[in-house]
């Protein structure tokens, strides 16, 4: 099961409705958003690392599309 994760009223979905609104007819594919888990900010250093998206999260989005 993928952990949700939090696009309500993130950046992620500003960026994209602007996107979507300003340069639909330029898009080849479909907007993807890298988000973090919908979950609290842990206060772990280590919880951290694994809780915010990285380079694989990027990665895997970007062949989804593709």
């Known amino acids: 099961m ?35 888990p919908d979950t609290l900010f842990p206060f772990s250093a280590a919880l951290e690392k694994f809780w915010m998206p990285d380079e694989e999260d990027l990665i895997k989005a970007v062949n989804e599309i593709m």
Do not use: M, N, W, Y
């Not at 696009?7 to 973090?36: M, N, Y």
């Open 2 to 36: 993928e952990t949700p994760t939090s696009q309500a009223g993130s950046t992620a979905g500003e960026i994209a409705a602007i996107v979507a609104e300003e340069a639909f007819d330029h898009l080849d594919a479909p907007i993807k958003r890298v988000c973090a």
